[in-house]
């Protein structure tokens, strides 16, 4: 699966913002979708994901309210709606997805197989 994000830029504390990840070649619905992060030289960290099975959504403790992420299945992209923004949040995002991931991996950005190039969210303050 080929997977393209897209929606990042530059916004104001505060703001929001939705990212989309489209995808083509497979049907996205049945993988684990996830979306990471990284700051500058700073490790990837885990945002949120949907697993494939049961569609059930998970976030990183600390991103839990200001963060959603959905899916939309008829266009097969994956977005995640990031609102109240702060300076911290300030990274590239990638989306990712996998089809074989356990849920107990889902956090683990090495155990996904398929990314897209990023998309650099800036938040000002």
């Known amino acids: 699966v080929q997977l393209q994000a897209f929606g990042g830029g530059l916004v104001q504390a505060g703001g929001s913002l939705r990212l989309s990840c489209a995808a083509s070649?497979?049907?996205?619905?049945?993988?684990?979708r996830a979306w990471f992060r990284q700051a500058p030289g700073k490790e990837r960290e885990f945002v949120a994901a949907?697993?494939?099975?049961?569609?059930?959504?998970y976030y990183a403790d600390s991103l839990k309210g200001r963060f959603a992420i959905s899916s939309d299945n008829a266009k097969n992209t994956v977005y995640l709606q990031m609102n109240s923004l702060k300076p911290e949040d300030t990274a590239v995002y990638y989306c990712?997805?996998?089809?074989?991931?356990?849920?107990?991996?889902?956090?683990?950005?090495?155990?996904?197989?398929?990314w897209g190039q990023g998309t650099l969210v800036t938040v000002s303050s």
């Open positions: 070649g497979r049907t996205l619905s049945r993988y684990t």
């Open positions: 990712a997805a996998d089809n074989s991931i356990i849920l107990s991996q889902i956090r683990n950005y090495l155990q996904y197989d398929y």
């Open positions: 949907i697993f494939r099975s049961g569609g059930s959504t």
